[in-house]
Nanobody
Framework: QVQLVESGGGLVQPGGSLRLSCAAS????????MRWYRQPSGKERELVAS????????NYADSVKGRFTISRDNAKNTVYLQMNSLKPEDTAVYFC????????????WGQGTQVTVSS
């Protein structure tokens, strides 16, 4: 069955770094654009970063540009989010999302991983 499993979250001090991973299975990973979303407690889920199916193009929310980097390894069916210079406002549950590039454009979600930035 389809699975997206995030890992790498945790507690980090302001200015620190974390790398999130999302391991995919049960579908053809290279046919899916990948996104990272986050949802702070009590707030709406927001798009953080996206990467095309072959990894040739990326986009970022203004709030994370220059600090976060999304990448993917299609041989390992994994997408990453490198987060540097973390701020308390980056605290949220981070979700991995896969969206098919071909019809019917299936949409899959991981269970989320908590990132807490605090001293």
């Amino acid at each position: 069955q389809v699975q997206l499993v995030e890992s790498g979250g945790g507690l980090v001090q302001p200015g620190g770094s974390l790398r999130l991973s999302c391991a995919a299975s049960g579908f053809t990973f290279s046919n899916y654009a990948m996104r990272w979303y986050r949802q702070p407690s009590g707030k709406e889920r927001e798009l953080v970063a996206s990467i095309t199916s072959a990894g040739g193009s990326t986009n970022y929310a203004d709030s994370v540009k220059g600090r976060f980097t999304i990448s993917r390894d299609n041989a390992k069916n994994t997408v990453y989010l490198q987060m540097n210079s973390l701020k308390p406002e980056d605290t949220a549950v981070y979700f991995c999302n896969a969206r098919g590039i071909y019809l019917p454009r299936n949409d899959y979600w991981g269970q989320g991983t908590q990132v807490t930035v605090s001293s």
